[in-house]
């Protein structure tokens, strides 16, 4: 907390000399009689051990919070690589690079967005929406790309899953809350969709699009 020294010294300026002349004399007096009864000094020691006590306890309670921060990965947990967002193509569609600063187009696997406007087709209700999320969540950011079985489509875009965050785990919350496929899904901004074998999270992306569906969230509504 920060002390407010103007406040203070603005309202000991509004006091009359003859106030100020009688609060000065009493303060004084005050703090001889506390000298000659050396409580002062215990004030002081007193003041000083609650100090230490409060700071150590507070070092203790940093320790503990660190320690509880650095979480280890579990066995389980998918296998992913660390790139960095360079621009977001549409709903399912971004471009990314990697450590290596090698430009990849990534197709996220597992769902279908709504296609934007292209010069030789209008585009798709909801599609300005589920860009827009994308560029919320993905533009600019650190993101972990996790592979399923195919490397490629016939286009020849790398097939990923995209996590907003390096997943320690693989239970259902870390999914919901870390898997951009997973997200897309919940908030009505894609269908679930299988291409070939990659199908590794399909039944728990079937169950968000169905609750997805039920509350009539974005490309859901009525």
Known sequence: MKCHRTAIYSGLSHFAP???????SLILSVILILSLSGCIDAFVEGFKEGYNEGYN????DSDSISASLSTTIAED?????????????????????????????????????PETPKADHEGEPYAEEAQAFAEQCLDGQVIYLERDVSDTDQYDRTLRYVWLDKPTDNDSSTFERLNFSALLV?????????????????????????????????MWMD
């Open 77 to 113: 947990a998918p296998v992913t690589e660390k790139v960095t967002v360079e621009s977001v193509v549409d709903g399912d569609t971004i471009w990314v690079l990697d450590e290596d600063h090698n430009r990849l187009k990534i197709r996220i696997i597992g769902v279908d967005a």
């Open 186 to 218: 919940r908030g009505g901004y894609a269908s679930v969709v299988v291409y070939g074998d990659d199908d590794k999270y399909y039944d728990a992306l079937k169950t968000l699009e169905n609750s997805a569906k039920t509350d009539q969230l974005g």
């Open 57 to 60: 306890a507070a070092a203790k």
């Open 18 to 24: 003859a106030a100020m002349k009688k609060a000065t």
